[in-house]
């Protein structure tokens, strides 16, 4: 099977995609399919923003990057899949595997594209925060079309006259779509380092887990700024 | 002279229609698709794979590439899963100590390769039990084959004035149309055994379609068994017969 040729699909014909996905069509394929494929998109990224610290950081984000984002998944579906079954969908757990990870492979392939861009400001700015700041908009951009893109699929997937709690169901797909923020930047917190700092050893995770993402952020932007 | 225009007319009328219009456009349409294949079989059908199972074909030293960076990105994905869990567990099992950390990241490794290679064990033991089916694709990959081998004796035919028979032009197109219908009919049973072991009520009916196209196959004489189509029509009946003997196999 032609692991890239699903996700070309998914992105050329996204509608034909869903159909294929509410009929329950090769569901192991297309989830084996975007697995591969988004892995690969997010390990190149990942080495990329790797290349700021150098050496061994370039393998260990190869490593880290995809696995933040597919972890995430795995700790978040779940939690989905029961309370939408709770609330009377008729989609089953393969179903929202391939949803949830059409949307992380179009993450992943977004990610992909920023990647020249990224490689130019690697190579001629020098400074982490600036560093830090363009990855966290980029992901930030990345992420949201994403969620934005599996939000739309999710909400066609259940509507129709015949939708039952619709609207509760509405409510639960944007809470969740919140939890996988959460749950993705605070993964993202303790697997870091992913950009390695320059000048200093190679660390395969920073030792202090206190402190959280967004303080982190905020952090770098007041340094940007000359607070 | 109106005598025999109707009997060329009643001829034409009652003439398979892959050999009423031009043979090149009915070679494409005599050719197997990859998504005819899928919805046959209802499987997504590869080279190397038959949905998740492996095709015997999988491990030849001509697929072996194939197999091989499959393999390579099963290992890669596993990676991703393992060592970041291995990570994370012995981190916190650890108490954030580094070298405690470096110490169980091996594990995470041989984790990724262990299960990449439970992975191919059960994709192969499945190819096992797919043992029919994927003989039947190789056949159906050996009709695609002669479908091109035919295509291009056209070609060179209509390029070069050949003295290529038309006669046994048409014996071909009938030997491919017939082949091709046995190996879809096998298909069909193969898929209908496989999916309702007890709804066996449509194999009867394909199998003796299947009998009887061997048997027209059969009947085609084959004028020159030494040029290039009385080779292929011969690889034909071989191939039907391969259909038969696998099928027939599979209703003992």
């Known amino acids: 099977m032609n692991h890239f040729s699903v996700l070309i699909t998914l992105l050329r014909d996204r509608k034909t995609f869903l159909e ?116 966290v908009l980029i992901m930030a951009i990345t992420g949201g079309v994403g969620i934005k893109l599996f939000y739309k699929g999710m909400r066609d997937m259940v509507s129709g006259p015949e939708a039952p709690e619709k609207d509760m169901r509405k409510k639960l797909l944007q809470g969740w779509v919140f939890l996988y923020a959460l749950v ?34 905020l952090e770098s932007v007041a340094t940007m700024l000359g607070f | 002279m109106s005598e025999e225009t109707n009997q060329a007319s009643q001829n034409s009328s009652t003439e398979p229609s892959y050999l009423r219009s031009s043979p090149i456009s009915n070679l494409d349409n005599l050719r197997i698709s990859q998504q005819e294949q899928d919805k046959l079989t ?39 899963f393992c060592l970041p869990i291995t990570l994370l567990l012995s981190r916190s099992l650890s108490g954030d100590n580094v070298q405690a950390v470096w110490r169980w990241l091996p594990v995470g490794g041989v984790g990724a390769i262990a299960l990449t290679t439970f992975w191919t064990g059960y994709r192969w033991q499945a190819g096992q039990r797919l043992i029919i089916l994927s003989h039947l694709l190789d056949e159906i990959d050996r009709f695609n084959e002669m479908v091109a081998a035919v295509e291009i004796l056209e070609e060179l035919g209509s390029t070069q ?40 009520a449509r194999r009867q009916q394909m199998f003796s379609n299947i009998e009887r196209n061997l048997a027209t196959l059969q009947q085609l004489q084959v004028n020159d068994a030494a040029s290039d189509y009385g080779r292929l029509l011969n690889e034909a009946i071989q191939i039907g017969t391969s259909v038969h003997h696998e099928l027939s196999r599979e209703r003992t």
């Not at chain 1, 084996?32 to 790797?50: E, K």
């Not at chain 1, 950009?195 to 982190?216: L, T, W």
Request: one cysteine or more.
């Open chain 1, 20 to 135: 294929d996905v509410r009929n329950s069509v090769k569901l192991e394929t297309k989830i084996a399919s975007l697995l591969i494929s988004s892995s690969f998109f997010f390990a190149v990224y990942g080495a990329i923003i790797g290349a700021y610290g150098g050496g061994l950081q370039i393998i260990s984000s190869a490593i880290k990057l995809p696995a933040l984002y597919l972890l995430t998944l795995i700790i978040c579906i779940p939690t989905l899949y029961f309370f939408d079954i709770l609330f009377g969908s008729k989609l089953d757990f393969k179903q929202y595997v391939t949803l949830a990870l059409t949307a992380v492979s179009v993450i992943s392939v977004l990610l992909f594209s920023f990647a020249p861009v990224v490689l130019f400001f690697l190579i001629s700015v020098k400074g982490y925060d600036f560093f830090l700041l363009l990855n």
């Open chain 1, 184 to 217: 993705g930047s605070q993964l993202g917190w303790t697997l870091r380092p992913f950009f390695g700092a320059e000048g200093q050893a190679f660390q395969i995770f920073r030792p202090e887990i206190s402190g959280n993402f967004y303080a982190k952020v």
């Open chain 2, 42 to 80: 209802d499987l997504d059908i590869s080279d190397v794979t038959m949905g998740w199972a492996y095709r015997q074909t999988a491990f030849s030293p001509q697929r072996r590439l194939t197999w091989l960076s499959e393999q390579l990105l099963t290992v890669g994905v596993a990676l991703i």
């Open chain 2, 161 to 200: 004035n050949s003295q290529l028979n038309l006669e046994n032009k048409e014996d071909v197109l009938e030997a491919l149309h017939l082949t091709r219908e046995s190996l879809v009919c096998g298909l069909m049973t193969e898929r209908v055994m496989r999916k309702h072991q007890r709804l066996m």
